[in-house]
């Protein structure tokens, strides 16, 4: 992952833990209406199924990884295994 996802990841984490603390304590949280729940468990769903379809759309060169790094040490020698998106030179 490159630096820079990282970063971003981990700056989004952080605003998400500032905002929580900023909570008044002591005070209940408003009860979430019946809209905002299903907006979040349409959210879920939304990024599962994301993930589902990465899964599904890299699987067949999961199954030759070995063929794919061979191919791709053809087509752009290095001395270094690196990454598939650094061994072309760009992403």
């Not at 605003?15 to 979040?40: N, Y």
């Not at 769903?45 to 070995?66: C, I, K, T, Y």
Request: no cysteine.
């Amino acid at each position: 992952m490159p630096v820079s996802q990282v970063w971003i990841a981990f700056t989004f984490g952080w605003a998400m833990a500032w905002m929580a603390s900023q909570r008044v304590t002591g005070q209940a949280a408003p009860a979430e209406g019946k809209r905002q729940v299903a907006l979040r468990r349409t959210a879920a769903l939304g990024l599962l199924v994301s993930q589902l379809w990465l899964a599904w759309s890299v699987w067949p060169e999961v199954r030759h990884l070995d063929e794919h790094v061979k191919q791709t040490m053809e087509r752009v020698p290095n001395a270094a295994m690196n990454p598939r998106f650094w061994s072309h030179g760009w992403f």
